[in-house]
């Protein structure tokens, strides 16, 4: 197989943990090549990039059908792992592949009693390119509007550093929680709450009833990045599907790059 891995500008953390998946494939008897992502890909069996962001690279793979994995951060928070996530190959949305969880279990956070309570609204940046083309300001003012009664906490990258109290603290105190595609709802899952999500690509989605059932997939979804093997394996045991999946056009495209600055001052016109 031939993968091309799309590197970031200049010596970071994600580029290291992406280096760090090239060793594995490699291991793996893998073909890898680097370049930037702003580089178009010509040829190659699989695309891969950390973050969901509309690169040159992960655009031109999509346009030549090409299977894409986003390699995101750990759902998990505060929990002491190390992990680094790639939820599906093709994006989020239209049935991606994902790993079977073996019933072996995995270190996994402690779920909470259930409890009741008021209703929180869960902001994202405005500008997130993960929102997968929603326009969220618009999401947020009616999302408030349909419940005037409910609370709205914003993304921490909204407000000046420090102002917000740690989520974990926050939700002990809310019975109900909806959001767009942030991963919060799993910590509000693991919390306690009822749980809304509306985007089709949320994690949520995946989400069948069984707090524990669940909590044990996600679990076995991150692979350790300093070896890669649970990813590496399923990478390589989900590609032919992938494929396939590709050729039918089943592949989530980001949006255009939007003009941030626009959309954050409407984003404060809500009064937030």
């Not at 909590?215 to 390589?236: F, K």
Request: hydrophobic share 35%; net charge negative.
């Amino acid at each position: 197989m031939k993968v091309v891995v799309g590197l970031r500008e200049g010596p970071n953390k994600t580029n290291m943990r992406s280096e760090a998946l090239i060793q594995g494939l490699k291991r793996a008897n893998q073909g890898v090549k680097r370049q930037g992502r702003e580089q178009s890909v010509k040829e190659a069996d699989l695309y891969v990039q950390t973050g969901f962001a509309p690169s040159t690279g992960l655009k031109s793979a999509i346009e030549l059908q090409i299977p894409y994995i986003i390699m995101e951060a750990p759902v998990f928070r505060d929990f002491g792992l190390d992990d680094y996530s790639s939820w599906g190959y093709n994006g989020l949305m239209g049935g991606a592949w994902r790993p079977q969880a073996p019933e072996t279990a995995r270190e996994k956070p402690t779920l909470q009693e259930r409890h009741g309570g008021p209703q929180l609204i869960i902001g994202q940046k405005p500008t997130d390119h993960s929102l997968r083309g929603s326009d969220h300001v618009e999401w947020i003012r009616a999302k408030r509007e349909a419940l005037p009664e409910a609370d709205f906490r914003p993304h921490p990258l909204m407000v000046p550093p420090g102002t917000l109290e740690p989520i974990h603290e926050v939700l002990k105190d809310y019975g109900e929680v909806y959001t767009y595609s942030s991963t919060v709802g799993v910590d509000a899952l693991i919390a306690g709450c009822e749980v809304h999500a509306d985007s089709d690509g949320s994690l949520l989605r995946a989400y069948t009833g069984s707090r524990e059932e669940f909590i044990h997939e996600l679990s076995w979804w991150q692979a350790h990045h300093t070896s890669y093997g649970a990813l590496i394996d399923y990478i390589l045991s989900g590609y032919d599907e992938a494929r396939e999946r590709a050729k039918q056009g089943l592949m989530e495209h980001p949006r255009e790059k939007i003009d941030g600055a626009a959309v954050c001052r409407r984003y404060y016109k809500l009064g937030l």
